[in-house]
């Protein structure tokens, strides 16, 4: 339950609605809600008559709204790599033949901004839009490696540590660790630790001065693409992250005071 008052218990009910990923009708909502059964519903009216969610009456659910939809874009268009990164992640993944994705932070998460499938797709948990763990995915550890010590700190507290898989990093000193590794070499790779049969190789996107963007990474089942595989393709990667970290500071994140960040 949010701790910023209206606004955010209204957020609270929107996340929930969205969690969903399909209309959702008011039962199903005060069944996993937070909030007394009056004090949802006003939320929910609230929400709707703002068109952050719609409703419909013959079905009797609700889903999010077309405002909601116009701020998503905004947000997309104006603080997402994703417009700039397009026709980088194009190059990529049209030379390596393997699902690409892009990646930035968001409370700790990683949230997959844009992707490009395989040649021969897989299914996988990413898609652009989700929000995965960052302590046990390649891009979510490369963001997480090049974080200042007070931001990292902040972003360990928030893992679950929970293992998805025999491979996970589940505690704290193995992660750290991890991120060390990382941080020297300037790439990282998902062992099968989110999902089995899926391996990467990772980049964090920076800026000239250090400051950490998002994460680039080539992602390949381990039943055609093997570590090694992967890491050959780590220059590239690194090429590509340094590209769209360039751009993107001089269009988007300007910046001329920031210590760079030392390895």
Known sequence: MSGDGTVGKALDVLDQVAAYERPVRFGELQDNSAYPKATLYRFLQT?????MLAYDADRQTYTLGMRLVRLAHAAWTTSSLAPIARPYL???????????HLAQLDSSQVLYVDKRNARQPVEMYSQAGKVGPAYCTGVGKAMMAFLDDADLDRAIQQ?????FTPTTLATEADLRAELANIRARGYGF???EHEPGIACVAVPI???????????????PT?????????????????????????????????????KVTT
């Open 47 to 51: 929400l709707t008559n703002q068109g």
């Open 90 to 100: 194009d190059a990529l993944s049209a030379e390596t033949g393997e699902t690409v």
């Open 159 to 163: 893992q679950s540590f929970h293992r």
């Open 190 to 192: 998902d062992r099968e």
């Open 206 to 220: 920076l800026t000239e001065n250090g400051r950490m963007l998002g994460a680039l990474s080539v992602t390949g």
């Open 223 to 259: 039943s055609r693409t093997s570590l090694d595989q992967l890491e050959d393709w780590a220059p590239r990667v690194i090429d590509t992250a340094t590209r769209i970290g360039r751009e993107a500071q001089a269009w988007r994140f300007p910046e001329t005071r920031q210590e």
